[in-house]
């Protein structure tokens, strides 16, 4: 079994995880919480390591679950983060291959940032070719569970896992960023993601 958070365009470090499972459980029943993985990505742009934020309507007075979360549109979040992705990747030898199936994601109005996320997980997965299956929680429970791995939606401890480097845009300015969003992997390794996501494990 493995306990993973759904996040928006997940890391690579999550998909690693998910292809491995043979039980996967997506939490669900969890209190949102600010500077995660629940609403941002990571990809890579001309300038290093550039963040993608889905604005949401949140308020700490009142503890909400991540599942009642709703996307703030009156930002125009969706065609920054198209032209953001067009920037980083138009140059990456797989971006024309899969730009159809995902710029849907982003012509269409979103409320629901679990909904959203799961949506952006389906389209990926359909990119990889990766056939999943899971199920969702039907209770939060706290501390360490068997095979936890709800400690990938904490941005701050990625830096600590280790993965083998491939070729990335702008590998030849700063070097190869580790465990970025799975949409820098998608971009620049194409087909060959899913095997290469097979080879890994995650080490710190």
Request: aromatic share 16%; charged share 20%; hydrophobic share 35%.
């Amino acid at each position: 079994m493995a306990l993973l958070y759904p996040t928006y365009f997940p890391n690579v470090a999550s998909y690693i995880v998910m292809i491995h499972a043979d039980n996967l459980i997506f939490e669900v029943q969890d209190s949102y919480q600010k500077q995660t993985y629940r609403n941002r990505c990571y990809i890579y742009g001309a300038n290093g390591k550039l963040g993608l934020h889905i604005p949401v309507h949140h308020t700490q007075k009142n503890r909400q679950n991540t599942s009642e979360i709703l996307i703030d549109n009156s930002i125009r979040w969706q065609s920054i983060h198209w032209k953001s992705l067009e920037s980083a990747y138009k140059t990456s030898p797989f971006f024309e291959y899969y730009q159809e199936e995902l710029i849907s994601l982003f012509k269409t109005k979103k409320n629901s940032l679990l909904a959203f996320n799961f949506e952006c997980i389906k389209v990926i997965n359909s990119c990889l070719d990766f056939d999943i299956e899971y199920s969702i929680s039907s209770e939060f429970k706290k501390g360490i569970q068997h095979n936890e791995y709800r400690y990938l939606v904490n941005a701050r401890k990625e830096s600590k896992i280790k993965m083998s480097p491939y070729l990335q845009v702008f590998n030849n300015k700063y070097g190869f960023i580790n465990n970025l969003s799975i949409l820098d992997l998608l971009f620049n390794e194409g087909p060959n993601a899913k095997s290469y996501l097979k080879t890994q494990n995650l080490t710190f």
